[in-house]
């Protein structure tokens, strides 16, 4: 049997990596992106291929995606868009341009890369486009509504791709994490400092006591909160299996949150998620 084949994007760390390591410890060939060229050399020096990829750079996706293509005889067996970046925050404080960006990093750029691979899949009749998405992607929180955006566009953009592409033999999944562990927090600095104006913000008080201690001060890891590793689970069976789920959910709070989401009233569910 021929090796089986995928691309992972976000391969720098947490999820990409996790799953990057696993899938190929299961004999396949892995494909392991990531966004900065420091992150690539450091998976070549790991044995993987690791083409330069950046969901904010068209080309690179491109580029990137000819790399693989040309090692592979021109096919593909599944692709993994992974890595995202959030920017924590009240919606009130969030500009617009803000929201632009986040949406070309975590939405636009997977849907770039979704739309070149997709005649690749059909050519060949057979693929695999599995999306990270996140318990985020169907219910909300507050202080993540750029994120929370982002993930809801993503689970109705792939919803709708399921159902048009059912005459093709290529599957699109969706894998819902909780919390796990992650450089997620960490990465959202940077942005939180960009963008967000809390010092003059009617919230002030509230970016003081709740959102700042928790983005810069780690009390350690989440409750609930799960290693990659748990992602990497899920992913092999929505790979592997004859015929994959819709939705992979990881983690507790994503299999509570989608039980409350059908039962509660939408006022009670409201309540339930401004607790946290």
């Known amino acids: ?54 969901y904010t750079r ?9 790399s693989v293509l040309e090692q592979t005889g021109g096919t593909l067996d599944a692709v993994f868009n992974n890595g995202a ?5 009240a919606v009130e404080d969030l500009p617009t341009d803000a929201l632009r960006a986040i949406f070309e990093s975590n939405f636009f750029g997977w849907h770039e890369l979704t739309r070149c691979i997709i005649p690749v899949m059909r050519a060949q009749g057979h693929g695999r486009v599995v999306h990270c998405s996140s318990v985020l992607g169907f219910v909300t929180l507050p202080w993540r509504g750029a994120y929370n955006s982002t993930k809801f566009a993503l689970e109705g953009l792939t919803d709708t791709l399921r ?20 450089k997620i927090r960490h990465n959202s600095i940077p942005h939180f400092e960009k963008w967000i104006d809390w010092e003059n913000s009617a919230r ?4 003081e006591n709740k959102l ?37 959910f990881v983690t507790t709070p994503t299999y509570l949150m989608a039980a409350l989401r059908r039962i509660l009233p939408t006022r009670a569910l409201d309540w339930v998620l401004s607790r946290g």
């Open 204 to 207: 002030k008080e509230q970016y």
């Open 212 to 248: 700042i201690p928790r983005l810069y001060h780690s009390s350690g890891p989440d409750q609930f909160e799960l290693p990659p590793e748990a992602v990497l689970k899920k992913l092999i069976h929505a790979v592997e299996a004859r015929r994959p789920r819709p939705r992979y």
């Open 85 to 89: 970046h959030a920017i924590p925050g």
């Open 1 to 54: 049997m021929a090796q089986k084949t995928i691309l992972i994007t976000g391969c720098s760390s947490g999820i990409g990596l996790a799953c990057a390591i696993g899938l190929r410890d299961r004999g396949w060939k892995v494909f392991a992106s990531c966004k900065q060229q420091v992150d690539c050399d450091r998976l070549r020096a790991m044995g993987f291929d690791s083409p330069l990829m950046d």
């Open 163 to 182: 159902i048009e592409m059912r005459d093709t033999g290529i599957e699109f999944v969706l894998i819902e994490p909780g919390p796990v562990t992650s």
């Open 58 to 66: 068209t080309e690179t996706l491109h580029a990137g995606l000819t």
